[in-house]
């Protein structure tokens, strides 16, 4: 553990015998060749509790990972992307319930997809539009792209969005919105690029990049000084290298892409997984919406607005809603809010934790979660993708939680 003493933690509640097992689990992820290096940190009631890290950012060039590494967090960019959102509905901008179509016209404009069996231009006509709460909770009926699926994911995958320099998100949305969706807005959850077009939509209204938005709205008032789409040349150095498993076990350095698997800066700054952070940055990040949207010097939320996003907006689990499983979770027992999953019975979901935690992670295995009950958060950070090679998250979940005992 780096630098808290026994006094500190079990003032806030923990064993630090106990904690000593996230270390151990740490050392053996990466002496075995699963992980190349990874952090954890874990804070209480407005303190650190627990900052460990441990192997390499960089394995070809022995480079060990800092507590000033610089990761990618693909898919937690999402609920920046949505707290920014929600700021300008506090403002007005537009309403929950609102036709995405009044300020992005190509959305659901090629109907609705009629599915397997279908050629792609065998559609429906929508039933309702798609709404900025279909964006915000992931049921708008877009979909990311897969090679080996379906034809209509075949097709997302040829043609969804490109992180090749020079593009825009809005010159991905074009091609995106080219095809149909697939499904009827509001039927059921499935994850995608929802988040996405929420981003452009921030785009559109504010008339800012997604990155100046942030820059100014939250970025800059959190102190978030090392978080973004791209990066200053001086900065490359401490961003850890991206890893696939082998088959044997062990990992592979996949090879060097535009977009945001590099550090430099992406014409594409993508709201669904754009962002590059640090541990110290995304620690801010998540002790503000513990803080139900408050920091010092300001609030990012109302507290209203605040409690609505980490509220589920499923009317049930995921399960219920279509999806049993994503990357290595079950989500029976877990629902979703607005950019965030929602804990609902850590029974059914049959794990340990508290009903009204809210979480998300990356494609390269990171994760972060909020417990109001206990007043903690976790986060991970590694460089591992997909996520759903190991179980990574609810084994950190265990064993955060077998250490709180008070």
Not at 190 to 208: A, N
Request: charged share 20%; with cysteine.
């Amino acid at each position: 553990m780096t630098g808290i003493d026994r006094k500190t933690q079990a003032s806030l509640g923990f064993s630090s015998d106990r904690l000593a097992h996230i270390d151990a689990w740490m050392e053996e992820h990466v002496e075995s060749g699963r992980l190349a290096g990874l952090a954890v940190q874990i804070a209480r009631k407005g303190e650190i509790a627990y900052s460990h890290r441990h192997g390499l950012r960089d394995i070809a060039g022995g480079l060990p990972v800092e507590d000033d590494t610089i990761w990618r967090i693909y898919s937690m960019t999402k609920p920046l992307t949505t707290v920014a959102a929600l700021m300008l509905y506090e403002e007005g901008a537009f309403q929950l319930d609102q036709p995405v179509a009044d300020f992005i016209p190509a959305v659901g404009s090629k109907g609705v997809w009629k599915g397997p069996g279908h050629a792609l231009d065998e559609v429906e006509a929508l039933e309702r539009p798609v709404t900025v709460h279909d964006l915000m909770t992931h049921q708008s009926g877009f979909l990311y792209g897969g090679a080996m699926g379906d034809a209509l994911e075949q097709a997302l995958a040829a043609n969804g969005f490109r992180f090749d320099k020079g593009e825009t998100v809005a010159d991905s949305l074009a091609r995106l919105c080219d095809l149909p969706l697939a499904f009827q807005p509001g039927a059921r959850w499935s994850y995608g690029y929802s988040t996405d077009v929420l981003g452009h939509l921030i785009e559109v209204i504010s008339g800012k990049t997604l990155g100046q938005f942030f820059q100014d709205r939250i970025l800059d008032p959190l102190g978030m000084t090392e978080t973004g789409f791209g990066l200053p040349a001086d900065l490359h150095p401490r961003v850890a290298k991206l890893y696939a498993p082998t088959p044997e076990g062990g990992t592979l350095e996949l090879p060097k892409q535009d977009g945001p698997r590099t550090p430099e800066q992406a014409s594409l700054e993508s709201g669904g997984g754009g962002l590059l952070s640090t541990m110290a940055d995304y620690q801010r990040f998540a002790s503000t919406l513990l803080a139900r949207g408050n920091y010092d010097g300001g609030r990012l939320l109302g507290r209203k607005t605040f409690d609505s996003m980490v509220s589920n907006h499923m009317g049930g689990d995921l399960a219920s809603r279509g999806q049993a499983h994503f990357s290595e979770t079950t989500f029976e027992g877990i629902g979703f809010g607005l950019g965030v999953s929602v804990m609902l019975d850590p029974a059914k979901a049959k794990i340990i934790g508290s009903p009204g935690e809210y979480a998300w992670g990356g494609m390269a295995s990171t994760a972060f979660w909020v417990d109001p009950v206990e007043e903690m958060t976790v986060i991970l950070m590694t460089q591992l993708a997909p996520s759903s090679a190991y179980t990574l998250r609810r084994q950190l979940r265990v064993l955060s939680y077998q250490a709180l005992v008070d």
